[in-house]
């Protein structure tokens, strides 16, 4: 078995038909981890032939590791339920784990953001998604999760994976709040201490950064929406430490 496409879900129903219709024709299996979506995502994967597993939510890291782990293939190419590979990418996947040159290969991002593509922000990112399995693959982190293998890794030149990110402004929002809980959560574990500093500055630097110094003002209004969320996020990371140690004393 060649390659295996690994997919974490929940509630998914809207967004995997378009995911799993683009690599149905490559994959020579597809692995589905579902953490009890309450919608039609699991009959969706099995429709596509998925092998689909049913586990409790651990984080996003050690979900997409339970994910790596149930797969067969040479080589994985890891995806979320709400991305897209087109079809340069798919003939660069094709080739790559042909010449088997390199054991991972990072890969173009972009994002579709209310809508429309971005074209500064969250946009040209190059992701680490497909490895070969003998390269000791895993994931680190729960909440900004990253990928890494033992050996050589290359960046393919063609091919994207379009992210088609929050359905809505609202779910931006939230995700941003919880992120910042669990951030807050780690930080606590680690010992660390609120400072009335960071609870003042650190959103006007946020907001500073990615408004200003990465683009978002040339994505005219979302760009303003998405550099709010970071200010945003950064307020509340310091202010859920700050109600952690309340709560412990």
């Known amino acids: 078995m060649l390659l295996s496409v690994a997919i974490i879900t929940k509630n998914e129903e809207d967004r995997l038909p378009k995911t799993l219709e683009a690599v149905k024709d490559i994959a020579d299996e597809i692995v589905v981890v579902d953490s009890g979506s309450t919608d039609k995502t699991v009959e969706i994967a099995k429709k596509f032939g998925a092998k689909v597993f049913i586990e409790e939510w651990k984080g996003y890291g050690a979900q997409k590791q339970s994910a790596l782990q149930k797969c067969k293939g040479e080589w994985i190419l890891f995806l979320d339920a709400d991305e897209v590979i087109d079809k340069d990418l798919k003939e660069e996947i094709k080739k790559v784990i042909q ?81 910042a809980e669990l951030t807050a959560e780690e930080r606590y574990k680690r010992g660390k201490k609120p400072s009335l500093v960071r609870f003042f500055l650190s959103p006007l630097w946020a907001f500073f950064k990615v408004y200003l110094l990465k683009g978002g003002i040339l994505e005219g209004r979302r760009g303003f929406l998405i550099a709010f969320s970071y200010a945003l996020n950064s307020l509340l990371k310091e202010g859920f430490l700050w109600e952690r140690h309340i709560r412990q004393k």
Do not use: C, D, M
Request: net charge positive.
């Open 99 to 179: 010449k088997q040159e390199a054991v991972g290969y990072k890969i173009r991002r972009r994002t579709v953001y209310l809508g429309k593509p971005l074209k500064f922000l969250w946009n040209n990112e190059y992701l680490l998604r497909l490895v070969r399995k003998e390269a000791n693959p895993k994931w680190v982190g729960n909440i900004h999760e990253k990928l890494s293998v033992e050996g050589e890794v290359q960046t393919l030149k063609r091919g994207t994976i379009y992210h088609y990110t929050y359905r809505s402004l609202k779910e931006h929002y939230l995700k941003s709040i919880k992120y």
